[in-house]
């Protein structure tokens, strides 16, 4: 079991810049698959960014790329997401998640562990 807590979101001017972090339990976080999705509301959870468990390969979403870097610090059990340049569309409950995989995830339904979400709000 992981248990994820997400910290770290706000309000902000749009042109701004947040960092989230999503600190995991357990002692094998290196093992895990890690990942952003966000959910405006009423709109489908969507794809931010992921990253594999030691940190080797990143993707990200097209709407973010350029503009948000995710990273992990595995010897603190925490990966981060550093979102510059914030636009108003970027207003959502940002959630982390994770798998025991080496592989790179980008779709919900191939995450086991979540956490309870943090809102972030881009004011315009």
């Known amino acids: 079991q992981v248990q994820l807590v997400e910290s770290g979101g706000g309000l902000v001017q749009a042109g701004g810049s947040l960092r989230l972090s999503c600190a995991a339990s357990?002692?094998?976080?290196?093992?895990?698959?890690m990942a952003w999705f966000r959910q405006a509301p009423g709109k489908e959870r969507e794809f931010v960014a992921a990253?594999?468990?030691?940190?080797?390969?990143?993707t990200y979403a097209d709407s973010v790329k350029g503009r948000f870097t995710m990273t992990r610090d595995n010897a603190k059990n925490t990966m981060y997401l550093q979102m510059n340049s914030l636009k108003p569309e970027d207003t959502a409950v940002y959630y982390c998640?994770?798998?025991?995989?080496?592989?790179?995830?980008?779709?919900?339904?191939?995450?086991?562990?979540w956490g309870q979400g943090t809102q972030v709000t881009v004011s315009s």
């Open positions: 357990g002692r094998t976080f290196s093992r895990y698959a």
């Open positions: 998640a994770a798998r025991n995989t080496f592989a790179i995830l980008t779709t919900s339904r191939e995450y086991a562990y």
């Open positions: 990253i594999s468990g030691r940190a080797t390969s990143t």
